[in-house]
């Protein structure tokens, strides 16, 4: 039966505990439409463009 030689320091532990909890950051490309950041494979949240055609209808903002 195997058994550790030493002991795993706290440190080391933790480190190998933390890989699970990981977060990425959010990758955002420019709209092909109106240039405004989105998340990729999504349709624009701005002017609801995706794949070069209309697929939402977005309110306009009033000024």
């Known amino acids: 039966m ?8 706290r440190s080391k532990r933790n480190m190998r ?3 699970h909890d ?3 950051a959010i990758q ?3 709209c092909s439409n109106c240039g ?3 998340v990729p ?3 624009c949240g701005a002017c609801g463009f995706y794949a ?3 697929v939402t209808a977005v309110a ?3 000024d």
């Open 2 to 9: 195997a058994v550790p030689k030493r002991r795993t320091s």
């Open 17 to 19: 505990r933390a890989n």
């Open 22 to 24: 990981k977060v990425t």
């Open 28 to 30: 955002l490309i420019a």
């Open 36 to 38: 405004e950041p989105s």
């Open 41 to 43: 494979h999504r349709a």
């Open 52 to 54: 070069g055609r209309q």
């Open 60 to 62: 306009k903002k009033a």
